[in-house]
Every structure is written in C-alpha cells, then in structure tokens.
C-alpha cells in the first residue's frame, strides 16, 4: 500500500513538469517552422513562380497562426509569471497607449522598469547595446534608451 501512494505522488509531481515541458517544446517548434516557412517563402520569390509564393505565403501564415496559440497556451498556463504588483510610474504618471515611434521621456524608462529576464517573459532578445525591454503600466515596451523611441510593443502583457 505504501508504494501506490509513493507512487501517486510522484505521478502527481511529476506531471506538471511533463506539461510544461511539451508547452514549452511545442513553442519552441512553432518557432522553428516560423523560420523554415520564411525560409521557404524567400526561396519561392527567388526561384518560383506565382503559385509557390501564394503556398509558401499561406503556409508562413498557418505557422505564425500556430505559433500564436502555442505562445497563448503557454501564457494561460503559466499565469503567475504575468502577475505583478500594480505598476508605478513616475511622478504624474497618466496611462496613454503607446505606438512604435512614441518618445517615452527619461524618466519612464530608468532602471526600476527594466525587464532584466526577458527570457522568463519569452520575449525577444533587444540588440545589443541601447535598447531595453521595460515595463509600461500593463504593457511590455521596447525602447532605444539613446533617443526614447519605441521600438516595439506588446499591449496587455501583463495581468
């Protein structure tokens, strides 16, 4: 009798692991037949004709698709990483929805916002250098820290 509850619970420790470990391979997958798609969509301009271009477009098309879900799978299982506490911003901070191309000033993008792990986040690595994820009420921002400028956003990102 000992051994089936030593057994259960093991079984029940371990499953959780199981799962995020498929999630995380699945994204991981998606991922690379994002890259395979585009790869075979440049091949299909360079050397196809019209109807390579149209299959090879649709297929990149299904993969993001699947990519995004993957990613949404992940997100929903994993929702106390996307838990923080309530955002402060600087002194007379008023939430706006930012666009590529906004100029945060200095003070909305200073060290306290950082978003040092963004390989917990399964964001993007930002180039090397001046740009930096950092956090923007519930939204994810990447800005160039040389002139302010948005570089890419991720609205919602947060819960």
Do not use: C
Request: proline share 4%; net charge positive; no cysteine.
């Amino acid at each position: 009798m000992r051994k089936i509850i030593l057994a259960a619970v093991a079984a029940a420790t371990l499953a959780p692991t199981i799962a995020t470990a498929q999630s995380y391979g699945e994204a991981r997958r998606s991922q690379r037949e994002v890259l395979e798609s585009r790869r075979d969509l440049n091949d299909a301009r360079r050397y196809g004709d019209r109807r390579d271009v149209r299959e090879a477009r649709q297929e990149l098309r299904e993969d993001r698709r699947e990519a995004r879900e993957d990613w949404r799978d992940y997100r929903r299982t994993h929702g106390d990483v996307y838990r923080r506490p309530a955002y402060v911003g600087p002194r007379g901070y008023r939430y706006r929805p930012v666009a590529v191309g906004y100029r945060f000033a200095p003070n909305y993008y200073g060290r306290q916002y950082w978003i040092n792990d963004y390989q917990t986040y399964r964001l993007s690595r930002p180039a090397y250098g001046y740009q930096r994820w950092i956090r923007y009420g519930r939204d994810v921002v990447l800005v160039d820290t040389r002139s302010g400028r948005v570089v890419q956003v991720n609205n919602g990102f947060f819960y």
